[in-house]
């Protein structure tokens, strides 16, 4: 504890008398400080207890002696030691009744005490406290290195939580709480998501503080260099002391360094599951079933999803990208749920893409799901995730996520699942820009002969391909005899250079008339219209 007041009353060798503002004496002092300035204010900074004889005061004028005192009170002084025996006898009547009236400390010197006793002491009781704080920090520095080397992170928390009378948490990138001290820190440190996301956009080493006097919480981020990898929380009822800062900042290197540890293995581990993937994809799962052994093995063994994740183009941004966020966040939902995943960066310094397999109907495959929904405005990628499989199909769940992945690009959605793809339809894959100047390219003679008015072949293909070749039916639906409908369907042939009795060519005819618009139903009289907006003859 820093030097009170009360303990230079006490300190024998003083002998100060409390004259006024007993109530205060519990105030800490900050220094000691002399000046006979009639206003000392502008050299004072707060906390200091003010020794005076009086020189140039008029101690004796009462309002004088109240602005005297309100000027000390305003600039935070804590305390008036007044030298009795020097230039008065005995403490003036207007300050001691100015004293009393406002509760300033008044304290009486006696003549035999000189100041520079009052600041020896108070130099003295300051270097001890922060000699005992020292000391209390480095026993708390060794403590919580112990139980970091023997226990992990949550004995660093809870260590932490008792060192600083109060309770604490540690946080990974995502928000989620990996620990907390006491057990019931888990529920209060849970409402502290938002400001730890925040926390995380700011580069390492960022702090904030939140809440009121009562619950006070620190944050700080956890990690070397730009990147945050976590966070800690410290939640008191007051400013943390001197002893209690530096328990805090062991704790925060000692998390950062279990930090770092924990993303070099995770970088080991990536190494070693490209290697599985590759076997998976290459039709060994048996090898990439003994390469995975315990760390991989079990998410192996039962049905996974395979994802495929890029990043959409943008403007380059300062701080993490966006598939660095995406796979922190799948990482810690792997993590609290206890879950095996398998995250692969692929491309130049694994900058281009993301590859994940995980357990189907896990935690991981919702948190993707999750982060897609939430942050399809922002994500800044986009995802193909491939229907649940097992290791035999690796590599048909590989062109699966490739294809949902291809998909989700062209439709400008943050993720497709490739089981969309199936239970859809194909149409809305023709709105591409290719395949609608393909179809514009295979159906522009039949355009052309049209806008001529010698016939209405494109209305009289689509009836005959959407009768499925049936002349009679075709030819009803277009109010014109068979015969004439045979006439026409050769002419197309003869125009387009090719066989109708090829499927292929059928197909491909359809498919044009649906990528441009002429693939509706077929009723008589009804005519399409060519893409520039040409209407053919009659």
Request: net charge negative; aromatic share 4%.
């Amino acid at each position: 504890m820093p030097p009170t007041l009360a303990s230079l009353v006490q300190h024998s060798a003083l002998k100060l008398t409390v004259r006024a503002g007993e109530d205060r004496l519990d105030t800490p002092v900050r220094w000691a400080h002399v000046s006979e300035l009639a206003d000392p204010v502008p050299y004072m900074e707060g906390g200091e207890l003010l020794l005076t004889t009086a020189l140039t005061l008029d101690a004796e004028d009462p309002e004088a002696m109240r602005r005297y005192v309100r000027r000390l009170l305003g600039a935070g002084v804590v305390g008036l030691g007044f030298a009795v025996g020097v230039n008065y006898e005995d403490i003036p009547a207007a300050l001691l009744e100015a004293a009393h009236e406002e509760q300033l400390p008044l304290l009486e010197v006696p003549r035999r005490t000189p100041f520079l006793a009052i600041s020896k002491a108070v130099s003295a009781a300051i270097a001890a406290d922060q000699y005992r704080a020292v000391t209390a920090g480095f026993e708390a520095q060794r403590e919580l290195t112990r139980a970091a080397l023997a226990e992990g992170p949550d004995a660093v928390v809870a260590r932490l939580a008792a060192h600083v009378d109060g309770w604490a948490a540690l946080y990974d990138t995502s928000g989620a709480v990996l620990a907390a001290s006491p057990e019931w820190a888990a529920r209060r440190a849970a409402r502290l998501t938002s400001d730890v996301e925040r926390l995380r956009e700011r580069p390492a080493p960022a702090s904030a503080v939140v809440g009121g006097t009562d619950d006070r919480v620190e944050l700080q981020s956890l990690g070397t260099g730009r990147r945050v990898r976590g966070a800690l929380a410290v939640g008191t009822g007051a400013p943390l002391g001197t002893a209690e800062r530096y328990a805090v900042h062991s704790a925060i290197a000692l998390l950062t360094l279990t930090t770092e540890r924990s993303r070099s293995l995770q970088a080991a581990e990536q190494r070693l599951g490209a290697a599985v993937l590759r076997m998976l994809l290459a039709g060994q799962p048996d090898h990439a079933r003994g390469v995975a052994g315990d760390l991989y093995g079990g998410l192996l063994d039962a049905p996974f999803r395979l994802l495929i994740a890029e990043p959409v183009p943008t403007e380059p941004k300062e701080g993490e990208t966006p598939l660095a966020v995406f796979a922190e966040n799948l990482e810690a939902a792997a993590a609290r749920a206890g879950e095996s995943v398998l995250t692969v960066p692929e491309g130049p310094e694994g900058g281009e893409r993301l590859v994940v397999l995980a357990g189907d109907g896990g935690a991981v495959v919702t948190a993707c799901e999750s982060y897609a929904t939430r942050e399809a405005e922002d994500a800044g990628l986009v995802v193909g995730l491939s229907a649940p499989t097992g290791p035999i199909a690796a590599g048909a769940a590989y062109k699966q996520a490739e294809q949902a992945l291809s998909v989700a690009r062209r439709r400008g959605r943050a993720l497709v699942e490739h089981e969309e793809l199936a239970a859809g339809s194909v149409l809305p894959l023709l709105a591409d820009d290719a395949v609608r100047a393909f179809a514009d390219g295979l159906l522009r003679a039949l355009y052309e002969h049209d806008a001529t008015g010698r016939g209405d072949l494109v209305a009289s293909l689509r009836a005959w391909l959407s009768r499925h070749g049936q002349w009679d039916a075709a030819a009803a639906d277009l109010g014109v005899h068979r015969h004439t409908l045979r006439y026409r369907m050769r002419r197309v042939e003869e125009i387009l250079g090719r066989s109708l009795d090829d499927p292929d060519v059928r197909m491909e005819l359809w498919l044009a008339l649906k990528a441009t618009g002429d693939g509706g139903t077929t009723g008589p009289g009804a005519a399409g219209g060519p893409p520039g907006g040409a209407t053919p003859g009659a």
